[in-house]
T-cell receptor, first 113, second 113 residues
Framework: NAGVTQTPKFRILKIGQSMTLQCTQD?????MYWYRQDPGMGLKLIYYSVGAGITDKGEVPNGYNVSRSTTEDFPLRLELAAPSQTSVYFC????????????FGPGTRLTVL | KQEVTQIPAALSVPEGENLVLNCSFTDSAIYNLQWFRQDPGKGLTSLLLIQSSQREQTSGRLNASLDKSSGRSTLYIAASQPGDSATYLCAVYLQGGSEKLVFGKGTKLTVNP
């Protein structure tokens, strides 16, 4: 199993541009999550999904959108990128039952200039 | 609102020393608690997960304990090695359908040869 994969690894955007961060998991997990991590801060939840077709806002959803059309994929869309969205973005997944251990992808480092 | 605090923010020890990392949380209504390791520029690696009904978990030189009533967890690392140098993050999974992890800001550990 590849686990949780994210693309791209790095990206530089200009203010006002848009992009989609891709996340795929091959563990058949129901739950998927997007976090952002800023220097010196803990991870903040942006959006999460408890299954295909179901998404919900986390702590810092403004400026982002998500969709979940399949169990495997959970893309994060940035519309009208702003410097405040410069961060490292992590995708994670877990089972809905049992211990709900979360598994993380390697991250996408995004800079908005 | 659940808050997770990790003290100290940074710790430097000589190789071979046993050490304890601390994590505290404000609301004892948690589903589980996870300890993660994060190397610079990398994603999060799950080290140990303690269910709310458990008191401790062990993996190799690592031992994590949980005291829900006092809102505390500790990560004990025995016979530390330079390869243990990383940032250690504690996160609690909220109970009651919130379906999310709340993270501390981490403890940056440096083990000196």
């Amino acid at each position: 199993n590849a686990g949780v994969t994210q693309t791209p690894k790095f990206r530089i955007l200009k203010i006002g541009q848009s992009m989609t961060l891709q996340c795929t998991q091959d563990m058949n997990h129901n739950y998927m999550y997007w976090y952002r991590q800023d220097p010196g801060m803990g991870l903040k939840l942006i959006y999460y999904s408890v299954g295909a077709g179901i998404t919900d806002k986390g702590e810092v959803p403004n400026g982002y959108n998500v969709s979940r059309s399949t169990t495997e994929d959970f893309p994060l869309r940035l519309e009208l990128a702003a410097p405040s969205q410069t961060s490292v973005y992590f995708c994670a997944s877990s089972y809905s039952q049992g211990d709900r251990e979360q598994f993380f992808g390697p991250g996408t480092r995004l800079t908005v200039l | 609102k659940q808050e997770v605090t990790q003290i100290p923010a940074a710790l430097s020890v000589p190789e071979g020393e046993n050490l304890v990392l601390n994590c505290s949380f404000t609301d004892s209504a948690i589903y589980n608690l996870q300890w993660f390791r994060q190397d610079p520029g990398k994603g999060l690696t799950s080290l140990l997960l303690i269910q709310s009904s458990q008191r401790e978990q062990t993996s190799g030189r690592l031992n994590a304990s949980l005291d829900k009533s006092s809102g505390r967890s500790t990560l004990y690392i025995a016979a530390s090695q330079p390869g243990d140098s990383a940032t250690y993050l504690c996160a609690v999974y909220l109970q009651g359908g919130s379906e999310k992890l709340v993270f501390g800001k981490g403890t940056k550990l440096t083990v000196n040869p």
